[in-house]
């Protein structure tokens, strides 16, 4: 597909070019978009614009992503970070279901392959270990426990008791975890998904 085939990508411009002129970088709702630019812009097309990385969404109000004027190096950026966004959504997508075991499946981090656990409600370190039992560990780089984001503090705790040496002693790990990092990933702010990535010692 050319660039002049992507779908509404004038439509996207355009929007783009009045945003700048009405509000600058100052914040604006949909529903002032729809009262006060022309052509009265759909929800849809503001997402799209979102999309193309010309717009950014905080989940209450849009904003310019970069400004007509900002260098060429600004703009890049701009589009690898969206590139790079959807590349580790998509690998984290495609490697889904490939040799996963129950409640663990694979994530790519940093070009590292993680053994991915989703952290729930009231998960606690046994159940973590009991889906770990099994996991071909030394085919990962490590693990990543996943919440949302209000739940960071008691995957913290979690990730805590993970790395005690105790802990590799009492089960098949063999060896403790330590930490490694930590992501916060997510366009809308009320739905946020919390990552702690582990690694072996």
Known sequence: ????????????LELYAAAVERYGSEP???????RELAGTPSTGLLELAVAYGLLEF??????????PDEP???WRANASERAERIRTAATERTTQGTGDTDGVRALAHDSRRFASVAVGERAELEGILDRLEGVPLEE???????SPGERANAVQRLADRLCEPAVANETDLSRPFQKESTD????????????LFLERE
């Open 184 to 195: 916060v990933v997510g366009d809308d702010k009320n739905d946020l998904e919390f990552r």
């Open 140 to 146: 990962y780089n490590g693990i990543v426990l996943r």
């Open 1 to 12: 597909m050319t660039e002049t085939e992507l779908p509404r990508l004038e439509d996207c």
């Open 72 to 74: 060429e190096r600004a």
């Open 58 to 67: 905080d989940g209450d109000a849009y904003t310019v992503r970069v400004e």
């Open 28 to 34: 604006f709702t949909a529903a002032r978009a729809k």
